[in-house]
């Protein structure tokens, strides 16, 4: 009998998959069903970021996110045990472009708190 250890970290080349096909279920999936992001953008200011908890305003970004009408692709990966870092760039079809870093704490395989700065083109 072959037995199988969960793996405890974040795999790379699943949430490249993820993000390039959009897969929001996918996508989901990566985050613990408590786990936070916190967002500061020019909308939202480090004094006042954007605060998401659990998997149901989570979701509601990532679907937000990810069901525009744009490409997305994961530029850079850094993954330790316990520890995500990525940088993903999106391009609307008018050539706006958007760049987001994150970095995130990982807990059993999945992202228990993840904090994104994003640009874009203005």
């Known amino acids: ?6 793996s405890t970290t974040i795999d790379g080349v ?12 996918a996508l989901a999936g990566l985050y613990a069903d408590d786990a936070t992001i916190e967002i500061v953008d020019a909308g939202h200011p ?22 525009r009408e744009m490409t997305h692709e994961v530029d850079l990966v850094a993954i330790a045990a316990d ?13 706006g472009r958007v760049v987001c870093s994150a970095t995130a704490e990982v807990a ?15």
């Open 1 to 6: 009998m072959t037995t199988s250890t969960p």
């Open 14 to 25: 699943a949430l490249r998959q993820a993000v390039r096909s959009r897969d929001v279920e």
């Open 46 to 67: 480090p004094a006042t970021p954007l605060r998401l908890r659990g998997s149901e305003q989570i979701g509601a970004r990532l679907r937000d996110v990810y069901e």
């Open 83 to 95: 520890a995500l870092a990525y940088t993903v760039r999106c391009t609307y079809p008018d050539g």
């Open 108 to 122: 059993g395989g999945r992202i228990t708190r993840e904090v994104v700065l994003q640009v874009w083109d203005s």
